[in-house]
């Protein structure tokens, strides 16, 4: 995996050194340590995977329901494994989420046993860990998987800005979306029906504002709260921005301790502890 990472050029063949002496004497998968050392979250090991070698990413797995006859192709033990959720069969093809998705000896035993063919998809352990979870082992849900089924949408044109709250959201194991402008983000919003969408007040094409209003005048995406992120900090913006009907506000720049308990805090109220199923 770190060669492949380095081949990649995702990271120095120094730093895999580096991560590979942190690694030694724990029980922890690499990407883990990459994340502690804050050079990469395991979605974006997932998804320099899929890059590289063709593979599908797949996320937020644990959301959807799934038939039982698909469930029954592999057992929880197997699962945990191995780290492999079944995702789908058509056509006599099983769609395999798996976080090495070049271990072709699994991806072959499991196809065998059910006779199908098995098309690898990849995604991060925790994603598995949480499917798994919820459908096979049927465990009561923590906040961290919980955390894990929420899709929010950033929309910010300031590029620094928009990693940072995706870093920081991340880290919290939710699924990210981001636009740069309002035209996009209202498409987006539109297409992908987050939980949450956080933006800027002030952006080229349109701007935070006006894509709010559009949002809240359509009643496929009106229900979805709305966080404002504004440079102007002073209570007056604050106010002004509640009363249009900001669900909240957030003074730019962002502290990421401020932002992960304000998203979690109108993701609860909103919806409660569960998240709605799609």
Known sequence: MGEILVDAGIISP???????????????????????????????????????F????????????????ILKLITPEEALTRFIFPLKVEKKTLYLAMANPLDHDT??????????????????????KAAINRHLLKVEKTVAQTDRWWTVLI???QEMAQLA???????????????????????????????????DTVMPRMDGIEMFRNLKANPQVAQIPVIALSSKAAAEEEARLL?????????KPV????????????????????????
């Open 107 to 128: 991806a072959q035993e499991v196809g065998f046993r059910n006779g199908l063919q098995v098309i690898p998809c990849v995604t991060t352990p925790e994603e598995i």
């Open 155 to 157: 929309v910010d044109d």
């Open 54 to 69: 063709g593979v599908r990413q797949v996320k937020g797995i644990a959301r959807f329901s799934y038939p039982p006859e």
């Open 243 to 251: 009363e249009i009907g900001y669900y909240d506000f957030i003074a």
């Open 14 to 52: 120094e730093t895999l050194q580096k991560a590979l002496q942190k690694q030694r004497g724990t029980d922890k998968r690499l990407g883990q340590v990459l994340e502690g050392m804050d050079l990469l979250l395991e979605e974006d090991i997932a998804a320099a995977l899929g890059r590289q």
């Open 165 to 199: 709250s995706e870093a920081a959201l991340k880290k919290q194991g939710f699924t990210i979306l981001k636009a740069s402008n309002g035209a996009e983000g209202l498409r987006m919003a539109l297409q992908e029906k987050p939980h949450l969408v956080i933006t």
């Open 255 to 278: 502290n990421p301790i401020r932002l992960v308990a304000r998203v979690k805090r109108a993701l609860k109220q909103c919806y409660g502890e569960d998240p709605p199923e799609d």
